[in-house]
């Protein structure tokens, strides 16, 4: 009643501020100068002749507040008041008009007071959905009568019916009412403005109707020519209309805008009472929660409601396959058996009967069934159920059709996959460009020392010619001496002693001029190369000079980014084209979060190494520790420079795991001659063969560990006392590439390629151990539940997967298409029945009575007391035999040509420890984590195919009436009766007695104990 008055208020203010408007234009017409009185006479003219027109489509109390607003007052008529309320209605009149002078006294510039104004009357509004309910037969009984009273009382705005609210008291009781309303009048004054609040004074009891239909929505108030037909033309003066009609849409806007506010604060208030006051298990129950309103707004089945995989198909009617569909079918293939099965007998046939035509169509077939099962799922919401029974024609496979949940886990996974890459990609474009940043903030140092690298040169050259030139001048002043020495002798006296001798003179003249022209054509040859030599010192002394006041004005911190990188070392952790590449080759998810965390672990250390040399100034580079407390030592080592120096004698950890990767993937192993994805092999011996071998150095680890030492490269972290000197004492002092060890077998241990490769080696070799704990020594005996479970000893842990791609091919190679069948029965067979016992494992577990242990087969194999042992001696990963993965990392890190035992043995300790410390937990956790999600896999499928059988068991009969149709044929009067026994000696077996349809009529329970004789 409330909500009605304040919609009758309203829609009266409304039309008071209309009649205002009129009488303002019709003030302004009356000031206007006499000569205008004829144009303005034909303005109102034209104005009546619009209300005219409008009058048709006018009700009749539309007409009678026209006619009120004009000064033409009429009775009213005793169809719509009586007489007796004519008191009343002039006083809520009066009331109504002291309303309209305090809200809008601006607009009432001549102070008259407000005419008298009648209501108007309530009329429910009536829709063609409304009338229909006519049509509906609700029956003669109880029943219908309130059903039809319940549409009577929503129709007329009247509220809750009396069915519904006996429903409530049924549900909730009569205490829900009262708080309910209770809370409303509290909280109803808080949620009106001040309008509305003010005019909440002057209403009565009982007083307004609900229209059904909020004013300001239904009405079009902005339509400029409706309000001139009822309120006078505007063309006198257009500009005071647009104002006036734009001042009422704005204020009318806010209106509605307050109004909805109101509503949410109301609905979200009302929200909070009833979670206050009643259960959730309640409301849900008893009313729609906003889960229900998004489920009925989805509409589609509610499994999809949280299924949120999008669909990597084309949208809309497209029916042509695409590549990203294709990609996706052919994953899926590969991780179901049993499609995966069906996709190698194809292959198979086709090595004996089939063409190559029907080969490519029978695989086409299921890559097809595959597309169009995740179309009707991700386009028509399709049920698995229904698209298996009556999509047969468009999903040709029966094994994807056996399989459809399977492929809508698959592609839940796929989507994650690719959610993983991007995730990658996005931190290796973050650490690639991070490096190519300081690379270029140090472009400029590094011109400043190649410069001065080629000055010393430069000068080193000029020098010597120098020395050549002096050298050869000499030599020349010397010989023309000799020549003028020998000119100067006495010839007669020669003569007369000697005799005459004037041949052999020409031949030493001869010779002389020889060696004198030699000399001179290289003295000029020498002066030439000084001379050049002058020009180039000159030359680069200028460059040298230019680059270093550049140097100097715009890059002060060039010297640290050269460190940073030096430090970094990027081309020994990373590849940027090739990584990229095995990126996008990479098709499971486990791969790839381990590219992820190598990736992690690159960051963290170059993210040390910047911070260390004052490079970090971004937010992210201040804080101080990593979440990874157990980094701290990795990240000081790699700060401090370990890193660049491990790698001057061991193997960069990607190509490592290159080479891991073919020696395990490829019949011929490893290709010295390859290369990485953008690097040339013809521009230098770096980028040859060379580039696979680990460093070699012509000194021994402890010379040279001394010299690194002694020039400030290698830092002793943990041997520095608290005075900054050496502790004679400390194991480091004697092993000084102790840190360098340790950030080499990290780095080692966390590269995608060798964890993919070295975990798939670990798969196949651990082994599987329970032992049983002081409890289950106590109560474990032949008869108990887990009798059998206790003692397992070197359990394959293989036998709980099904065999990978590779392996099940070399599995199958030479077989016929039987014995491919019978294999994958026999492997599926063994999965299923090791996976339940894995679950049964679990449960003795967590209930305490046995321990789990994963680990690699002994060196020495099993003691005879072995399960008397402790978790030590499971657990002290010396004594596993480490032999089939050490020795496939030393096939990679170790030279090919050998080198120093010494320098092999530093090797060996990162590859020990890269395994002890690092590898094997991982494996083992994950191996864990494997076997307890692949046991629940196939646990859920087999109590699902347990519980179908049982709900499907039809009842009990006689074996002489058994027959093909037993399920369907009525048996008449004949009595059937079900039994229930009971597996548990203490719970009661039950006996009851059937229908003809297999309805039970009655049941009697037969305690334990108790025996029943004829």
């Known amino acids: 009643a409330k909500d009605r008055l304040d919609e009758s208020v309203?829609?009266?203010?409304?039309?008071?501020?209309?009649?205002?408007?009129?009488?303002?234009?019709?003030?302004?017409?009356?000031?206007?100068?006499?000569?205008?009185?004829?144009?303005?006479?034909?303005?109102?003219?034209?104005?009546?002749k619009r209300v005219g027109k409008l009058q048709d489509r006018l009700t009749q109390e539309d007409l009678d507040l026209i006619e009120e607003s004009k000064g033409n007052y009429r009775a009213p008529r005793d169809d719509d008041v009586d007489r007796d309320d004519d008191e009343a209605r002039k006083r809520k009149v009066a009331k109504i008009q002291e309303l309209r002078n305090q809200l809008f006294i601006d607009d009432d510039d001549d102070g008259k007071e407000g005419r008298k104004k009648k209501p108007k009357k309530a009329a429910?509004?009536?829709?063609?959905?409304?009338?229909?309910?006519?049509?509906?037969?609700?029956?003669?009984?109880?029943?219908?009568?309130?059903?039809?009273?319940?549409?009577?009382?929503?129709?007329?705005?009247?509220?809750?019916?009396?069915?519904?609210?006996?429903?409530?008291n049924a549900i909730f009781g009569t205490d829900f009412l009262e708080f309910m309303a209770e809370g409303d009048n509290a909280q109803d004054d808080d949620l009106l403005d001040d309008d509305e609040r003010e005019s909440k004074k002057f209403r009565e009891r009982g007083v307004g109707v609900d229209l059904g239909v909020d004013s300001d929505d239904d009405v079009d108030i902005s339509d400029s020519e409706d309000d001139d037909a009822l309120f006078g033309s505007g063309d006198e003066d257009e500009t005071t209309g647009e104002k006036r009609s734009e001042a009422l849409r704005l204020k009318r806007e806010q209106r509605r805008l307050k109004k909805e506010e109101r509503r949410k604060k109301k609905a979200e208030q009302r929200k909070a009472r009833l979670r206050r006051a009643f259960e959730p298990v309640q409301l849900i129950e008893n009313f729609c929660t906003e889960r229900d309103d998004e489920i009925r707004i989805k509409?589609?089945?509610?499994?999809?409601?949280?299924?949120?995989?999008?669909?990597?198909?084309?949208?809309?009617?497209?029916?042509?396959?695409?590549?990203?569909?294709?990609?996706?079918?052919?994953?899926?293939?590969?991780?179901?058996?049993?499609?995966?099965?069906?996709?190698?007998?194809?292959?198979?046939?086709?090595?004996?009967?089939?063409?190559?035509?029907?080969?490519?169509?029978?695989?086409?077939?299921?890559?097809?069934?595959?597309?169009?099962?995740?179309?009707?799922?991700?386009?028509?919401?399709?049920?698995?159920?229904?698209?298996?029974?009556?999509?047969?024609?468009e999903v040709t496979s029966s094994t994807v059709r056996d399989n459809i949940f399977a492929i809508m886990d698959e592609d839940t996974e796929w989507e994650r996959l690719l959610n993983a890459k991007k995730k990658v990609e996005a931190l290796l474009e973050t650490v690639t460009s991070t490096a190519n940043a300081d690379d270029a903030l140090g472009a400029d140092e590094e011109y400043v020392l190649k410069l001065k690298e080629d000055l010393k040169l430069a000068k080193d050259r000029l020098?010597?010619?120098?020395?050549?030139?002096?050298?050869?001048?000499?030599?020349?002043?010397?010989?023309?001496?000799?020549?003028?020495?020998?000119?100067?002798?006495?010839?007669?006296?020669?003569?007369?002693?000697?005799?005459?001798?004037?041949?052999?003179?020409?031949?030493?003249?001869?010779?002389?001029?020889?060696?004198?022209?030699?000399?001179?054509?290289?003295?000029?040859?020498?002066?030439?190369?000084?001379?050049?030599?002058?020009?180039?010192?000159?030359?680069?002394?200028?460059?040298?000079?230019?680059?270093?006041?550049?140097?100097?004005?715009?890059?002060?911190?060039?010297?640290?980014?050269?460190?940073?990188?030096?430090?970094?070392?990027?081309d020994?952790?990373?590849?940027?084209?090739?990584?990229?590449?095995?990126?996008?080759?990479?098709?499971?998810?486990?791969?790839?979060?381990?590219?992820?965390?190598?990736?992690?672990?690159?960051?963290?250390?170059n993210d040390a190494v910047r911070t260390k040399n004052s490079l970090a100034t971004d937010g992210t580079d201040t804080k101080k520790r990593s979440r990874r407390f157990d980094r701290d030592y990795y990240r000081t080592c790699v700060s401090q420079g370990l890193r660049q120096i491990c790698y001057q004698f061991a193997l960069a950890p990607f190509r490592v795991g290159i080479k891991l990767e073919d020696n395990l993937t490829k019949p011929e192993g490893f290709n010295w001659d390859s290369s990485l994805p953008g690097d040339n092999p013809n521009e230098?011996?770096?980028?040859?063969?060379?580039?696979?071998?680990?460093?070699?150095?012509?000194?021994?680890?402890?010379?040279?560990?001394?010299?690194?030492?002694?020039?400030?490269?290698?830092?002793?972290?943990?041997?520095?006392?608290?005075?900054?000197?050496?502790?004679?004492?400390?194991?480091?002092?004697?092993?000084?590439?102790?840190?360098?060890?340790?950030?080499?077998?990290?780095?080692?241990?966390?590269?995608?390629?060798?964890?993919?490769?070295?975990?798939?080696?670990?798969?196949?070799k651990a082994v599987l151990t329970t032992q049983q704990t002081p409890k289950g020594v106590d109560v474990i005996d032949p008869f108990h539940e887990y009798y059998g479970l206790h003692l397992l000893r070197n359990k394959k842990v293989k036998d709980h997967f099904h065999p990978n791609e590779r392996e099940l091919q070399q599995q199958v190679f030479g077989y016929s298409v039987e014995d491919v069948?019978?294999?994958?029965?026999?492997?599926?067979?063994?999965?299923?029945?090791?996976?339940?016992?894995?679950?049964?494992?679990?449960?003795?577990?967590?209930?305490?009575?046995?321990?789990?242990?994963?680990?690699?087969?002994?060196l020495h194999g099993d003691s005879e007391d072995w399960y008397k042992k402790g978790d030590d001696y499971f657990k002290n990963r010396e004594k596993q035999d480490l032999g089939p993965l050490i020795e496939e990392l030393r096939k990679a890190y170790y030279p090919s040509d050998g080198d120093m035992e010494e320098w092999n043995n530093e090797r060996d300790k990162i590859l020990r420890f890269a395994l002890t410390n690092f590898l094997l937990p991982a494996f083992e956790a994950d191996m864990l984590k494997d076997l307890r999600d692949a046991a629940i896999k196939v646990g859920i499928a087999e109590a699902g195919k347990n519980l179908s059988m049982m709900a499907m068991e039809g009842p009990y009969r006689p074996s002489h009436l058994l027959g093909d149709n037993r399920f369907l044929v009525p048996t008449g009067d004949l009595p059937i009766v079900g039994v229930c026994c009971a597996s548990d000696g203490k719970d009661a077996s039950y006996l009851a007695a059937l229908t003809e349809r297999g309805e039970v009529s009655d049941h009697l329970a037969i305690p334990s104990g108790i025996q029943i004789d004829s």
Not at 125 to 154: K, L, Q, S, T, V
Not at 369 to 380: A, G, P, Q, Y
Not at 825 to 848: D, F, P, R, T, V
């Open 299 to 393: 509409d589609a089945p509610e499994r999809f409601f949280d299924w949120k995989t999008p669909f990597h198909g084309p949208s809309g009617a497209i029916t042509s396959i695409i590549l990203a569909e294709e990609q996706e079918a052919l994953w899926i293939i590969k991780r179901i058996p049993d499609i995966a099965t069906e996709y190698m007998i194809i292959e198979t046939e086709a090595d004996t009967s089939m063409t190559n035509e029907d080969f490519d169509l029978k695989k086409r077939a299921i890559v097809e069934s595959v597309i169009k099962t995740l179309r009707f799922i991700h386009r028509e919401k399709l049920e698995p159920e229904f698209i298996r029974k009556y999509r047969a024609d």
């Open 10 to 48: 309203r829609e009266e203010d409304r039309k008071q501020n209309e009649l205002n408007a009129l009488e303002q234009d019709n003030k302004n017409k009356d000031d206007d100068d006499d000569d205008d009185d004829e144009d303005s006479g034909a303005d109102r003219r034209k104005g009546r």
């Open 572 to 605: 020994k952790l990373w590849h940027y084209e090739d990584f990229k590449r095995y990126l996008a080759n990479l098709n499971d998810y486990n791969h790839v979060m381990d590219f992820y965390k190598y990736l992690t672990l690159i960051k963290e250390g």
């Open 124 to 168: 429910v509004e009536n829709f063609d959905e409304d009338g229909m309910a006519e049509f509906i037969d609700y029956g003669d009984d109880e029943n219908g009568a309130r059903y039809r009273d319940d549409m009577d009382m929503e129709r007329s705005g009247q509220g809750v019916s009396e069915a519904q609210l006996d429903e409530a």
């Open 463 to 570: 020098d010597e010619s120098v020395r050549e030139e002096d050298r050869k001048q000499n030599e020349l002043n010397a010989l023309e001496q000799d020549n003028k020495n020998k000119d100067d002798d006495d010839d007669d006296d020669d003569d007369e002693l000697f005799g005459d001798d004037d041949d052999d003179d020409d031949e030493k003249d001869k010779d002389i001029a020889k060696q004198k022209e030699s000399l001179m054509s290289h003295l000029k040859t020498t002066q030439s190369l000084v001379k050049v030599c002058a020009e180039q010192v000159s030359s680069v002394e200028a460059s040298l000079k230019v680059a270093e006041e550049n140097s100097a004005s715009t890059q002060p911190g060039q010297k640290n980014a050269i460190m940073a990188s030096n430090k970094i070392c990027r």
């Open 821 to 858: 069948k019978e294999l994958n029965e026999k492997l599926k067979s063994n999965e299923k029945q090791s996976c339940i016992q894995y679950l049964n494992i679990m449960k003795a577990e967590k209930s305490g009575h046995i321990k789990v242990h994963i680990h690699l087969p002994l």
């Open 684 to 764: 230098g011996d770096d980028l040859g063969p060379r580039q696979w071998n680990a460093p070699v150095n012509d000194s021994d680890p402890t010379s040279f560990a001394s010299e690194l030492v002694s020039s400030g490269e290698l830092v002793l972290l943990a041997a520095m006392d608290k005075s900054g000197k050496l502790s004679e004492d400390h194991p480091e002092v004697s092993d000084p590439f102790r840190g360098c060890r340790y950030v080499a077998a990290m780095e080692l241990a966390y590269e995608p390629r060798i964890r993919r490769h070295l975990r798939e080696l670990y798969k196949q």
